[in-house]
C-alpha cells in the first residue's frame, strides 16, 4: 500500500508562484512514475506532470514552461513548482503514483487527496 499526502496548495495572484509536495510512503520501493493531476468540477481529471523513475518527465501542453516537476528520493517526494500562475490553472491538484507489484506485476495507482489552487486575476 502507498500513501500519498499533498501540500503547498492555496490562493495565488495571477503570475505568482506556488509549489506543491507529494510525500510517498508505505510500499513505496516499486513505484515506477508519480505525478499531478487536476480538475476542476464538472470537467475530467487532466495530467499536468508526470516523472519516472528514470528522471524523465512529461508535461501538459498548457503548462510547459510555467510547471517544473521535480523529485527529493531521499524524502520520496515530488514538488511541482508552479510559475506564471493563470486563474485557468485553478483546480483541485491530485498527486498520483504508479506501481508494479512485486510477484504477479500488476500495475496500481494510487491517488492523493487532493489539493486546492485557486489563482485570482
Known amino acids: 500500500q502507498v500513501q500519498l499526502v499533498e501540500s503547498g496548495g492555496g490562493l495565488v495572484q495571477a503570475g505568482g508562484s506556488l509549489r506543491l509536495s507529494c510525500a510517498a510512503s508505505g510500499s513505496i520501493f516499486n513505484i515506477n512514475a508519480m505525478g499531478w493531476y487536476r480538475q476542476v468540477p464538472g470537467k475530467q481529471r487532466e495530467l499536468v506532470a508526470v516523472?519516472?523513475?528514470?528522471?524523465?518527465?512529461n508535461y501538459a501542453d498548457s503548462v510547459k514552461g510555467r510547471f517544473t516537476l521535480s523529485r527529493d528520493n531521499a524524502k520520496n517526494t515530488v514538488y511541482l513548482q508552479m510559475n506564471s500562475l493563470k486563474p485557468e490553472d485553478t483546480a483541485v491538484y491530485y498527486c498520483?503514483?504508479?506501481?508494479?507489484?512485486?510477484?504477479?506485476?500488476?500495475?496500481?495507482?494510487?491517488w492523493g487527496q487532493g489539493t486546492q489552487v485557486t489563482v485570482s486575476s
Open positions: 516523472i519516472t523513475s528514470g528522471g524523465s518527465t
Open positions: 498520483n503514483a504508479r506501481l508494479t507489484t512485486p510477484q504477479t506485476k500488476d500495475v496500481l495507482i494510487y
